[in-house]
């Protein structure tokens, strides 16, 4: 089948992966501060003399007040980027919606409190981002301190054979239950396993450069709390390259988020709505729970080394490939890899049209059709299968117009007649 390759959008070329596209946007990693900056410069702009000027003001203010807390504190994070980027946009209609405030049309969108289709106006729609703002701060700042604290003197590198240990400790293992995630930018493998009474465990664990990143992660889910986040998650602690945040000891779905180097781990008690256990097989649930969880963390720590070169990591080889096409040419990539390697590609624009895919048992063979003119960046993903170490190889092509101009076909992507 063919599959368009979108920005920051992966094609699923391997049946094995899965794609989240929430983790996708959290790659666009801008600078927080600059993003901030832009919030404040377009809430200056929004006019004072508009029915609903004194809200406007209140929404300006707030924006600011948190703008230079997040300047103050030098926060930066991918997660709390989405957050301010949703703000600006919301403040980009709110200006676009006040450039003509002596129109008649204008002053009867602003009596609708500038509804939209949905029938929830742009002021209660920012209203609501600067509320997930203020959570998604929490969250950040939360982890700022705990990193801050628990920041390694030494960085090391996790190198644990994860699936050994979903082996030898998870109640009905089946590798084809797993579902693993890469990118350029990290690997994620989510697995569950059910307890005696019938209630399931469920672990999320990523792979990033370094522990800072993984941190990054930990505010990630904290921001999607619907309560207050000490409310919830009572319990903190650190080591040297270590976070973990519990839920509160009666919690009835008890999480942990936990980070250990270049590790993250999000790890939940799901118990079954139907399920009439008593209170004795509940707390073996919980019981199970915990013990699964401490193991895989000593697990991981034990694993790792002090070297990113030592680790169990993918060296793929990508072999040549010219630095010009035109549109509607083919493009064949080849990628040498290792045995036992999980694989995916991503594109970051719309330039080239996956085609087709062949492996001749020691090389990939990714082929491409030109479709829209300009730099075309491409990258090729891979993780081992066992430790889910991760790599890319990244390259970039510049695709030109046809070289006959007096004739414009369009392009012939195989497998579509």
């Known amino acids: 089948m063919i599959q ?30 600059d993003l901030a900056q832009k919030v404040q410069n377009q809430a200056s702009q929004v006019p004072q003399d508009t029915a609903q000027s004194q809200y ?17 504190l030098k926060l930066d994070s991918p997660s709390l980027n989405l957050r301010v980027n949703a703000i600006s946009d919301i403040m980009e209609r709110c200006l676009a919606r006040s450039a ?48 801050e604290k628990a920041t390694p003197k030494s960085k090391a590198y996790s190198n644990a054979d994860l699936t050994r240990f979903f082996e030898n400790n998870m109640r009905g293992w089946n590798p084809a239950n797993q579902h693993v995630n890469i990118s350029s ?16 465990i469920h672990l999320t664990i990523s792979f990033k450069p370094d522990f800072e990143a993984a941190c990054d992660d930990l505010a990630s889910y904290l921001s ?6 000490e409310q919830i998650f009572p319990r903190s602690s650190n080591g040297m390259g270590v976070i973990r ?17 270049n590790v993250s781990v999000h790890a939940k008690l799901l118990p079954l709505q139907t399920s009439k256990s008593t ?43 010219p630095e010009i096409i035109h549109i509607g040419e083919t493009l064949s990539v080849d990628i040498i890899y290792e045995p036992k390697c999980l694989y995916d590609a991503e594109c970051d624009d719309d330039k080239l049209v996956y085609a087709d895919f062949k492996d001749d048992g020691s090389q990939y063979t990714f082929i491409f ?14 993780a081992n299968a066992r430790t889910f170490n991760f790599t890319s190889v990244d390259f970039k092509i510049q695709v030109e117009p046809r070289q006959n101009t007096t004739e414009v076909p369009a392009p012939v992507i195989p497998g579509t007649t």
Request: net charge positive.
């Open 4 to 33: 368009l390759f979108r920005r920051r959008h992966k094609s699923n070329i391997s049946s094995d992966l899965t794609y989240d596209p929430i983790h996708s946007k959290l790659e666009r990693h801008e600078n927080t501060l």
């Open 224 to 229: 999607s709390c619907s309560q207050s986040i």
């Open 56 to 72: 406007l003001s209140q929404c300006r203010e707030q924006v600011s007040s948190m703008m230079k807390l997040i300047q103050d």
């Open 279 to 321: 209170p004795p097989s509940r707390n073996s649930s919980r019981e199970s729970f915990y013990s699964l969880a401490d193991k895989l963390f000593r697990y991981i720590l034990d694993g790792c080394v002090q070297a990113p070169e030592n680790s169990t990591t993918p060296k793929p080889k990508k072999g040549d490939t």
């Open 245 to 261: 945040i519990d839920t509160a000891p009666k919690h009835p779905a008890p999480i942990i988020l936990w980070a250990g180097h």
């Open 369 to 382: 059709v030109a479709t829209e003119e300009g730099q075309a960046s491409v990258h090729f993903n891979f």
């Open 100 to 147: 003509d405030t002596q129109s008649y049309r204008w002053q009867a969108k602003i009596r609708r409190l500038g509804r939209d289709q949905k029938g929830s106006s742009i002021l209660d729609q920012l209203k609501e981002a600067l509320a997930l703002l203020e959570m998604e701060l929490q969250s950040v700042k939360k982890i700022k301190t705990l990193r």
């Open 185 to 200: 930018k990290y690997a994620r493998v989510d697995v569950s396993t059910e307890t005696e009474a019938g209630d399931v």
